[in-house]
Every structure is written in structure tokens, then in C-alpha cells.
């Protein structure tokens, strides 16, 4: 209990700089996506992948300022990884809703998501740091492309090719990607565990 709440004193004492804000931007901007997008048309297609490109963009300059500036702070480390996670996962849903991703696609991806989150909040309570994998920023750039596609599949745009396969297939990739970096991860943070003889 008292580690918790040195924890929150901690991301308390976190100024809003302007990766955080950066951040927090893209956690509004998701129900903004999601509004736009909940009933697709050609030209709300459009518009909810300008929406979601931005706030993906806004996943790349959001650490890269941080690192840059050496800004990077505890609220930084909580609240990046959720937004990145809420992003997609309201992308793959409101994608299931309109028959563009099959469910049980979108429940394979949500639940590595949820369970690499899970290991990341356990890993932190220990005190132990896991190096993000390489693989794993791969998996997020194709999940992003494979958003972006399946979304402008419905657009005016789809008379230029199939986008709806090429999306598809670009998320099956990432979907293994996934899992394989997730596997490190996890993998990685159990070494940790059993050389701290926790």
C-alpha cells in the first residue's frame, strides 16, 4: 500500500510538460475518433483516419521529445503506454462493429495488450525495468498502417486497390509480431523475477 502511494506522490510531483501533453492529446482524441468513425461513411472514413494518423503521430513525437529533452517523467511512463493501447484497441473494435476485423483477431490482439500490460504493472511494482523490444515498435507501426487501411477501405479511396486485404494482412502480421515480442517481454521480465529470487 505505501509503495502505491509513494508511486502516485511521485507522478504528483510530474510537471505537465510538453510530451505529457503530447499524451494526453491523444487520450482525447481517441472518443473524438471514435464518435467520427462509430458510423462510417466515405467521408467520415476520411476524416477518423486524419484523426487517427494524428494521434499516432502524436505517439512518435511524444517520446522521442522526451528523450530529446530529457523530460521523461513517471506520469510519462504511466500514461503513454495505456494511450497507445486505448487507441488501437478502439480502432480494432469500432473496426469489428462494421465486419472490417473479425472478432476473434481483434480479442487475440486486445489480450496480448492486456497481458503485456499486466507484466509492466507487476514489473514496475517490483522495481524491475524491461527494456521495450525492438519487435514490439514494428508491431505498433503495422497495426497502425493496417488501422489506417481497413479504415480507408471504406472511403472514396478503395477504388485504388484492395485495401481491405492489404490492411488485413498487415494486422495478421502485426498479430504475430506481436505475440513474439510479447513472448520476450515476458520472458525477459521472469529472468528478472527469478534472478531477484522474487
Not at 23 to 49: G, K, Q
Not at 113 to 120: D, F, K, N
Not at 179 to 190: E, P
Amino acid at each position: 500500500m505505501n509503495r502505491v502511494a509513494e508511486t502516485w506522490k511521485e507522478i504528483g510531483q510530474d510537471s505537465i510538460n510538453l510530451p505529457n501533453f503530447l499524451t494526453l492529446l491523444r487520450m482525447c482524441l481517441i472518443p473524438v475518433f471514435v464518435l467520427v468513425f462509430l458510423e462510417p461513411t466515405p467521408t467520415r472514413s476520411l476524416v477518423a483516419v486524419v484523426i487517427f494518423v494524428l494521434a499516432a503521430v502524436t505517439d512518435l513525437l511524444d517520446g522521442y521529445i522526451a528523450r530529446r529533452t530529457r523530460q521523461v517523467t513517471n506520469l510519462g511512463k504511466l500514461l503513454d503506454p495505456i494511450a497507445d493501447k486505448l487507441l488501437v484497441m478502439s480502432a480494432l473494435i469500432l473496426l469489428v462493429n462494421i465486419d472490417s476485423v473479425t472478432a476473434v483477431v481483434a480479442l487475440l490482439i486486445i489480450a496480448r495488450e492486456l497481458a503485456v500490460t499486466g507484466v509492466r504493472a507487476i514489473a514496475t511494482g517490483e522495481q524491475l525495468i524491461i527494456a521495450a523490444e525492438t519487435m514490439g515498435k514494428y508491431k505498433m507501426m503495422l497495426q497502425v498502417v493496417a488501422i489506417v487501411l481497413l479504415i480507408l477501405a471504406g472511403s472514396d479511396l478503395a477504388e485504388f486497390g484492395n485495401l481491405h486485404l492489404a490492411g488485413t494482412a498487415t494486422l495478421y502480421l502485426s498479430l504475430v509480431l506481436g505475440y513474439i515480442s510479447g513472448g520476450q517481454y515476458i520472458w525477459s521480465f521472469w529472468k528478472q523475477m527469478v534472478a531477484k529470487g522474487i
